[in-house]
Nanobody
């Protein structure tokens, strides 16, 4: 059974950092492109970052370039999103996901709130 479980969210002050984790089960993260999306209050879900199956191709939304870094630990079957210099506009629920030939799988999300 495929499962994605995000963790690591919380309340942080502007300029602070968080590292989100996405623990996967039922499949191997190194076989798929893994993505991070976020959905803020009253906004649509948007793609934040993705990491290819090889780890060689990383893509980021313009709004997070230079601040967020995606990585993967194949031994732990987990993907990460390191978020630095957080801004209030980064406040959102963050989701990890991947797509196979049939559908897109989503985790339940983890809340990130950036506020002083």
């Amino acid at each position: 059974q495929v499962q994605l479980v995000e963790s690591g969210g919380g309340l942080v002050q502007p300029g602070g950092s968080l590292r989100l984790s996405c623990a996967a089960s039922g499949f191997l993260v190194n076989l798929f492109t893994m993505s991070w999306h976020r959905q803020g209050p009253g906004t649509e879900r948007e793609l934040v970052a993705s990491i290819s199956s090889s780890g060689a191709i990383l893509n980021y939304a313009d709004s997070v370039k230079g601040r967020f870094t995606s990585s993967r630990d194949n031994a732990k079957n987990t993907v990460y999103l390191q978020m630095n210099n957080l801004k209030p506009e980064d406040t959102a629920v963050y989701f990890c996901s991947f797509k196979d030939v049939r559908r897109t799988y989503w985790g339940q999300g983890t809340q990130v709130t950036v506020s002083s």
